[in-house]
């Protein structure tokens, strides 16, 4: 389980209801419902809430032992929660709702294994090499222009939605003033995009979101049927538009005034990783009122012969990301591609007990045969060098395996991956060293090649902001002072426990979850949200402690002079250390360092 936050004011009464089943297909697989009056509870609790101040309209939460996904409906009363056999992984006597994380709108981005689907099913390579060159050009413009900085930062929303915050303090000019930290943060924004472009194709896609999915409670969204998977040649665009699966997708804003806007037409929906050529689903997005009241998340139909998350590289609706695009120029020409067939494999049952032992097997067993990266790699260098690319026989075949790799932790069998899978030479652009290589000339070693990278330094000898240093405030400041250097002494030691942890260069790497480099504790796409939950603690716990030294307070007028005391603190401590810097670099200079001892 991950990891969660328990709400002390929320004890909830569990209602079991079934599983929507048909075929062999769970479509309600890892979803449940949750009364608007609980969800109130919870966004006052927890201080969340869309951008138009209302609950957020689903939760990924843990209660006893159950897990998954509550969406908001009308169906449970007050303290209510409607939970499925799917959602219950074992007995246990249910306590209180804890919180994984809520619905909310990310950006959209594209990465190697969508770009090679997309690719072989009829995606012009030109139009990645627009996107990604729209997306560099409008980054380094952001660099010179708050307006243009505050919109893509406003619209390019990363996970943990720190881009947000950088935005609000462009929006305050502290860019105008190149204070150091936002001088830095934006910087550091630049690197990362550009080493994230250049290392794995991630291409922000303005048409688009990535977002929780839930599903269609009331059955109005048309979903997935076999007779409409081989539609006949001729046919007129509605009735093309009535062969696809229908979803619901309402999305926020962060302009103030502007309401959700509901997209309605072709997309495409997917899920990471997309191996196969049938994990990228064409859809038809349409607008239903009984849907509306949900915001910020993809609303998957229960109708059917197939539920359309399974198809999607073998998805549920237990809290899995959905990406969405709505760019007519990604609609691929082929719309419906045969899905691969996700059934997973059933773990062997013991006729006794678990015990120490068999978990600490398992647990050495996994460690040895996890060949998921492996597998990765294998799929992405055959599908750049063999004709067929992704329809090829071999990255069929490791597709597959890639599932099975997924489930391994789950299933405990291993998935095996034949010599014959494995490729003899590997594409530049996946920089494997002391491999034999070969410079590809196929989409990926295009825009590998399309994209230069700039080092990251701080700039920390820019000048802090005199619009603080030099407030009002300051006087009044003088009394948080001591305090304020206490908690920057409790903060150093927390940042740089975090970084060696984690082997991060800067903090502010940390701060932003915007990491260049790291060690191998976990894989990239994991460690923007471990290190999500980290950061967030810490300046939660900061803040706690603040509010604490001001007697519970937490209005402009007594927050105010401890945040001036906090940045004065910073700034003073800034300056020694780059005056010691500035003087170990003078001695660097000389021969011999006058007035040291023998």
């Known amino acids: 389980f991950s990891t969660t936050r328990a709400l002390a004011g929320c004890m909830v009464t569990v209602k079991r209801i079934p599983d929507i089943t048909r075929n062999g297909y769970c479509f309600s697989d890892g979803v449940g419902k949750i ?36 969406t908001i409906s009308s169906d449970p009363i007050v303290n209510d929660v409607h939970i499925r056999p799917s959602q219950i992984k074992f007995e246990a006597e249910h306590k209180r709702l804890e919180i994984i994380r809520w619905s909310q709108f990310s950006a959209a981005t594209l990465n190697r294994q969508l770009i090679l689907v997309l690719t072989a099913l009829g995606v012009k390579g030109q139009i990645f090499h627009d996107r990604l060159n729209v997306m560099l050009e409008s980054i380094n413009y952001a660099m010179h222009s708050d307006k243009q900085a ?29 204070e150091p930290f936002v001088s830095s943060m934006l910087a550091l924004w630049k690197s990362w995009h550009q080493k994230y472009l250049k290392e794995k194709a991630k291409i922000l896609i303005d048409q688009g979101a990535s977002l929780l999915g839930v599903l269609d409670e009331t059955g109005t969204l048309k979903g997935y049927f076999d007779r409409h998977a081989s539609p006949r040649k001729g046919l007129t665009m509605p009735e093309r538009l009535a062969s696809l699966p229908q979803i619901f997708v309402q999305i926020s804003s962060m302009e103030k005034g502007v309401w959700p806007r509901v997209i309605q037409g072709v997309c495409i929906v997917a899920r990471n990783p997309s191996l196969h050529p049938g994990d990228i689903r064409v859809v038809h997005a349409v607008d239903c009122p009984a849907l509306r009241h949900l915001v910020d998340v993809i609303v998957f139909p229960q109708t059917g012969d197939r539920d359309l998350t399974s198809m999607c590289s073998g998805g549920d609706l237990d809290g899995d990301d959905y990406l969405v695009i709505w760019d007519a120029d990604l609609i691929p020409s082929q719309w419906h591609v045969k899905p691969l067939n996700y059934a997973g494999r059933n773990a062997p049952d013991l006729d006794r007990d678990v015990t120490i032992n068999d978990i600490t097997t398992f647990y050495v067993t996994y ?12 799929h992405m260098a055959n599908a750049d060098q063999l004709a067929n690319g992704v329809y090829e026989p071999k990255c069929i075949r490791l597709a597959q395996l890639h599932s099975d790799a997924v489930d391994y932790n789950k299933t405990g069998i291993p998935a095996v991956m034949d010599r014959g899978l494995e490729p003899r030479h590997w ?3 996946m920089e494997k ?32 902001d005199s619009r603080i240093l030099e407030c009002n405030l300051v006087k009044e400041s ?59 603690g810490l300046k939660t716990s900061i803040q706690d402690r603040c509010y604490k030294h001001l007697g519970g307070k937490r209005d402009f007028g007594h927050v105010a ?3 001036v005391a906090m940045y004065r603190i910073t700034h003073q401590e800034a300056q020694d250390a780059l005056a010691t810097l500035r003087g170990e670099n003078a001695y660097d200079d000389l021969d011999e360092a006058p007035g040291l001892p023998d």
């Not at 990266?373 to 294998?378: E, G, L, N, T």
């Open 35 to 70: 009364s608007k009056f609980t969800t109130r509870v919870i966004a006052s609790e927890m201080g969340v809430s869309d951008p138009y101040g209302e609950p957020p309209s689903a939760y990924q939460f843990r209660l006893g032992g159950c897990k998954g996904m509550l």
């Open 427 to 429: 594409p530049h652009f």
């Open 433 to 464: 060293k002391n491999k034999r290589t070969y410079r590809s000339t196929r989409i990926l070693g295009q825009l590998y090649d399309a994209v230069k990278t700039e080092d990251f330094t701080p700039n920390l000898s820019n000048p802090f």
């Open 367 to 378: 460690m040895k045969n996890d060949s998921l990266p492996r597998i990765a790699h294998a």
């Open 150 to 178: 505050v919109e893509l930062l406003q619209k390019f929303v990363d996970p943990n939605r720190m881009t947000l915050a950088l935005a609000q303090m462009v929006s305050a000019g502290f860019r105008r003033t190149n």
């Open 561 to 563: 002079p401890l945040a």
């Open 478 to 536: 003088k009394k948080f002072e001591q305090f304020a250097s206490e908690l920057k002494v409790n903060y150093d030691t927390s940042m740089r426990r975090i970084m060696a942890q984690y082997s991060i260069r800067t903090e502010f790497e940390v701060w932003s979850t915007f990491v260049l480099e790291h060690n191998s504790m976990c894989r990239d796409y994991k460690l923007h949200e471990d290190l999500g939950k980290v950061a967030s």
